[in-house]
C-alpha cells in the first residue's frame, strides 16, 4: 500500500491549500445542483458509504463513476476537466506519466487514478480482499513538500471511501449518521449534508483537510501493482 499521512503545518502544496480549500468548499456547495436529487444522492455523489455505521458492508461499488464525477467537479472552472492518465501499471514512460499528472494539478486540473485497493485505498478499507482482487479509484489534487520546497514529495488525493481509515470512520458516525445508511442518511436535511460532507473532506481546520483528502508518498519512477480482477472485489 502506497505510504499515506495528514498534511501538517508547513507542508507546501500546488495549488496552495487555501486555494484548494475555496475550490472543493464550492464543488460541494454547487454538486450535485442545489434542488436538484434527494439528500441521499447528494452524500454518495461525494462519499462512498457503509451500509451500517457498524462497518460490516458498503452501500455501493461505484468508485469509478464516482472518481470521474468528483475530479470534473473538483477541477478549477476552465481548467479543462478531470485528467484520465494513461495506465500506471504500464511501465513504460512512467516518470513521464507522472510529469503530465503534476503538470496538469497545477493547471487546476484534478486527476482519477486507479489502482488495486490494496495499493491505493486506505488501510481499512472493507473493498481489500485476501486474495488481492478488486480496484479502486483516488482522486490528486494538488502536489506538495513536506514542510517547505525541499521537503519529502507527496502527492495530496482524495479517497471517497469513508471506511477507509479509523479517522474517517469516526468523522462519519455522528448521531445523525448512527445506524443504517439508507434510513439515516435520508433523513438529514440539506444543510447538515453537505456540512457533513465538508467535514469529511475539509475538516475544522483552515489550514488542513479531513480524514478522507491525505498525502500519498508515490514512486514515480516505479509502475503500479497490475489490477486483479479474479474472485470478488470492485
Not at 468548499?25 to 457498524?54: C, K
Not at 510529469?99 to 497545477?106: F, V
Not at 485497493?117 to 482522486?139: E, K, M, W
Request: proline share 7%; aromatic share 6%.
Amino acid at each position: 500500500m502506497i505510504e499515506q499521512a495528514y498534511l501538517q503545518q508547513g507542508d507546501v502544496t500546488v495549488p496552495a491549500v487555501a486555494s484548494l480549500r475555496t475550490r472543493i468548499a464550492a464543488a460541494i456547495d454547487n454538486n450535485p445542483a442545489p434542488g436538484t436529487g434527494s439528500v441521499l444522492d447528494r452524500v454518495t455523489f461525494w462519499l462512498q458509504l457503509p451500509t451500517t455505521t457498524m462497518f460490516t458492508g458498503m452501500l455501493d461499488k461505484l468508485c469509478e463513476a464516482r472518481g470521474a464525477r468528483v475530479a470534473n467537479a473538483l477541477s478549477s472552472p476552465g481548467a479543462g476537466g478531470l485528467y484520465d492518465p494513461a495506465d500506471l501499471s504500464a511501465a513504460a514512460d512512467i516518470t513521464a506519466k507522472w510529469t503530465a499528472i503534476s503538470e496538469r494539478l497545477h493547471a487546476g486540473r484534478a486527476v482519477t487514478v486507479k489502482g488495486p485497493t490494496d495499493h491505493v485505498g486506505g488501510p481499512r478499507s472493507l473493498f481489500i480482499q485476501p486474495n488481492g482482487a478488486g480496484f479502486h479509484v483516488i482522486v490528486l489534487l494538488a502536489t506538495g513538500n513536506d514542510g517547505g520546497p525541499d521537503g519529502r514529495p507527496f502527492f495530496l488525493a482524495f479517497d471517497p471511501d469513508v471506511s477507509a481509515v479509523t479517522e474517517a470512520r469516526q468523522t462519519w458516525t455522528t448521531k445523525k449518521t448512527i445506524g443504517d445508511t439508507n434510513a439515516k442518511v435520508p433523513a438529514l436535511t440539506a444543510p447538515e449534508a453537505t456540512a457533513h460532507i465538508k467535514l469529511m473532506l475539509l475538516g475544522n481546520d483552515p489550514n488542513s483537510f479531513g480524514p478522507l483528502i491525505r498525502k500519498y508518498y508515490i514512486d514515480t519512477a516505479a509502475s503500479f501493482p497490475a489490477i486483479s480482477r479474479a474472485g470478488t472485489g470492485q
